[in-house]
């Protein structure tokens, strides 16, 4: 198990390397450097935490990809997580709402991270509504889907996917919750939440529509190479949000931030992988079933957030609840499965003892 976490330690070592350093520059003690080492690690902790279900779905997807697209999500998109989502996505929203270039985005976050701190966390509607809707879609595809067969929570599941059946049932439900949502904010607000709820919804038929159009051309591999490492980045920033958000609560230090971050990224993807390459999804049935469940909460989470503060404690601990339920409950049906296959065989050897005495 730890081949394939080995990268991952490296990374670590690196990073934690890095952190020391930039803590004794700034401060110039050890108790500086000390700070520093401490608050990455908590970083990289809590984004581990938030995006456990987000290594199990992203294995669920790996799974139909080429071994050497494997390979690349954890290479190049190693690379776009990190300076894509934990770097140059805050700056770009900096330089948005502030109206400046990139380079004077990165030098407000070096020199004045307070201001570049309240910067990101006014765009927070934004990041909430895109976030929201975008997850709340991947779910609703694994949920409402009237061939899903598989169900873990029955009397809920069973009945979702017969309403798969409806066309845009689903969509029709997401829309109404976030107008639900949006009548809780004021005037500019509730418009600026609904314009990026629906930009959210946008951005998922945009993803299905480019993954269908390269499956059918055969460009890239189709879904099982190009179009599912584009799906993969997208699903993998959207679960990025309220990790980048929630890191600020430790620091407004861009580069403490893209460490830890970082450092949570890369384990998430060697765990994706080793879920891969152990057959952990068929192994552990339900395990799939619990983490898009937790994309619903997290997708849920995420829109409320719009009114409500909700502590980034409570959306790992929801998840990480749901999928431990899911993991328990596979181990279960494979140990009653087990018991099954030994009672039957035990009667079929029984069956065969007695009818050598008959016969003899």
């Known amino acids: 198990m730890l081949r394939y976490f080995k990268g991952s330690f490296i990374f670590t070592a690196v990073c934690l390397a890095l952190a020391g350093w930039l803590g004794w520059s ?27 279900d987000n290594a199990v779905v992203n294995a669920s997807v790996l799974e139909s990809q080429e071994p050497i697209w494997r390979q690349r999500f954890l290479t190049w998109g190693m690379v776009i997580a990190v ?31 307070q201001e570049y701190e309240r910067i990101v966390s006014s765009a927070h509607l934004s990041i909430a509504g895109f976030g929201g809707t975008f997850l709340a879609m991947v779910g609703i595809k694994f949920f409402f889907d009237s061939d899903k067969h598989v169900h873990w929570i029955g009397t809920i599941e069973k009945r979702l996917a017969r309403f798969g059946e409806i066309d845009a049932f689903g969509l029709a439900l997401l829309l109404i919750i976030l107008l639900a949502f949006a009548r809780l904010l ?49 699903l993998d920033a959207s679960f990025s949000f309220d ?43 339900y395990l799939e079933h619990g983490a898009f469940w937790a994309i619903l909460a997290l ?28 993991l328990l409950w596979s181990i279960r049906r494979n140990r009653r499965i087990e018991t099954e296959h030994r009672s039957n065989a035990a009667k079929k050897a029984a069956q065969t003892r007695a009818a050598k005495k008959s016969g003899g």
């Open 299 to 326: 997708a849920g989470i995420m829109l409320a957030s719009s009114s409500f503060q909700i502590s980034e404690t409570v959306t790992g601990l929801i998840g990480g609840v749901l999928i431990a339920a899911s």
């Open 26 to 52: 700034r401060a110039g003690t050890i108790g500086g450097a000390l700070e520093v080492l401490w608050i990455v690690a908590v970083l990289a902790v809590l984004e581990i935490s938030l995006s456990f």
């Open 83 to 113: 300076f894509g989502m934990r770097i140059v996505f805050p700056l770009a929203i900096v330089a948005l709402a502030a109206g400046i270039g990139p380079i004077e985005a990165l030098q407000l976050s070096l020199r004045q991270p």
């Open 243 to 285: 990790g980048v958000i929630g890191a600020f609560a430790l620091s407004n230090n861009m580069l403490v931030i893209a460490l830890g971050l970082s450092i949570g990224a890369m384990f998430v993807r060697s765990l994706t992988i080793m879920l891969v390459e152990k057959g952990s999804l068929a192994e552990y049935r």
């Open 186 to 234: 004021k005037g500019e607000e509730a418009l600026q939440f609904v314009e990026a709820g629906i930009l959210g919804v946008a951005a998922f038929v945009a993803v299905e529509a480019i993954g269908h159009w390269l499956e059918s051309s055969n460009i890239g591999g189709g879904r099982s190479g190009l179009g599912g490492f584009i799906y993969l980045n997208v």
